[in-house]
């Protein structure tokens, strides 16, 4: 199979491409516009084709289509807290490129999954999102995550288009920005930098480790029945004080550097996503949070190769504006 792949060259798309090349033998071509979040290193292990270009802009997607069999759009602007600073980069990746790949896709007559979050569902007090819970996002990342969502079932309804949607919980693991929550404790409690929590820090989410949904989605694509949408929640729910309480333990940290920090506006209280729906398809998440964790403060410790940059760099000047204070 040969697969356009927007976009490779994030934390998720790597794990997924890696499988798909690796364990399927299948033909990748990876479209990224290789914004801050993009980095081409973080897929110089696997063999692919690579088109540099954004989603929204027809000529690349074009390019990057030709003789592919199925389209799997994981382009986004992921980050809340950029979201509510600067929001257009997310409507226009959101929802003019959603659209530009889906009639590309149409064009083409290939299948197309869209990647989605569980923040479209918004906040839950008590019990787990299904797919048929209303859509009800509160930040502008999760709005226009939504309307890409809702696009995409539009074109399977009015034009018979092969689509599917997975929507996954907070992932985490290896080659993740550190603007993330479990990075950017690791990579502080390394450095003995102040750890900022956000309000009280019982902000309670739905951990999964990076390859469980890279291995969610490539489930989805194959088994998934055309125009539905399926959770994929990861196994384990907690709140950042206790994410952050592990962080410290497996780095060695001490505690006096948690620092609690006025909270992000519109902070969605808790996650929680019912997967009932892709497990009777044959997935299962296979990593607990207590072990995905460990491996991903180990690789973030052997990895300074693929950090320092980034530490270096633009998350510095974002880093300092966001909480008000330089890294050291
Ligand atoms: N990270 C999570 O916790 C999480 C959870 C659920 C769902 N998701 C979804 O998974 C997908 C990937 O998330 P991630 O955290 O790996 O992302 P990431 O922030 O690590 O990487 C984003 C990638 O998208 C590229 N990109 C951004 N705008 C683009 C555009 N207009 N055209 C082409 N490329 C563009 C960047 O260069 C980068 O490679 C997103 O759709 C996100 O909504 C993420």
Redesign the pocket.
């Known amino acids: 199979m040969r697969l356009l792949v927007?976009?490779?060259?994030?934390?998720?798309?790597?794990n997924f491409v890696r499988v798909h090349v690796r364990d399927h033998g299948d033909d990748v071509v990876v479209?990224?516009?290789?914004?801050?979040?993009?980095?081409r290193e973080?897929l110089q292990d696997v063999e692919h084709e690579f088109v540099h270009?954004?989603?929204?802009?027809p000529r690349?997607v074009a390019e990057a289509i030709d003789g592919a069999d199925a389209v799997v759009?994981?382009?986004?602007?992921?980050?809340v807290d950029r979201s509510i600073a600067e929001p257009d980069?997310f409507v226009?990746?959101?929802a003019?490129?959603t659209y530009v790949l889906l009639e590309t896709a149409r064009a083409r007559g290939v299948r197309y999954l869209?990647?989605?979050?569980?923040?479209v569902y918004g906040s839950i007090a008590e019990g787990s999102f299904t797919e048929s819970s209303p859509l009800a996002p509160s930040s502008p990342?999760s709005a226009t995550?939504a309307g890409a969502d809702l696009l995409v079932s539009s074109y399977h309804h009015t034009f018979g288009l092969d689509t599917l949607i997975?929507?996954?919980?907070?992932?985490?693991g290896p080659?993740?920005?550190p603007e993330?929550l479990i990075p950017l404790m690791v990579l502080n409690a390394l450095h003995g930098d102040r750890l900022p929590v956000y309000g009280d820090g019982m902000n309670v989410r739905n951990w999964?480790f990076?390859e469980d949904?890279a291995r969610g989605i490539g489930h989805v694509l194959e088994h998934g029945v055309p125009g539905e949408a399926y959770n994929?929640g990861g196994p384990d729910e907690c709140p950042n004080i206790e994410v952050v309480r592990r962080v410290i333990e497996l780095t060695g940290a001490g505690e006096g550097l948690i620092e609690y920090v006025t909270d992000r506006p519109g902070h969605d209280r808790r996650y929680s996503l019912g997967s009932e729906k892709v497990r009777a398809l044959g997935w299962e998440a296979q990593v607990r949070f207590a072990e995905g964790v460990e491996r991903t403060v180990a690789w973030y410790r052997d990895n300074a190769w693929w950090w320092e940059p980034i530490r270096s760099g633009e998350y510095r000047a974002y880093y300092e504006r966001q909480y008000g204070r330089a890294l050291s």
Not at 6 to 14: D, F, N, R, T
Not at 31 to 39: F, H, I, Q, V, W
Not at 114 to 119: K, Y
């Open positions: 927007s976009v490779g060259a994030g934390s998720l798309k790597k479209l990224d516009k290789l914004t801050y979040a993009g980095r973080n270009g954004a989603i929204e802009d690349a759009n994981f382009a986004a602007e992921t980050h980069a226009r990746t959101h003019q490129g869209q990647v989605s979050t569980d923040e990342y995550k997975c929507r996954g919980s907070n992932n985490y080659y993740q920005y993330k999964l990076v949904f994929v």
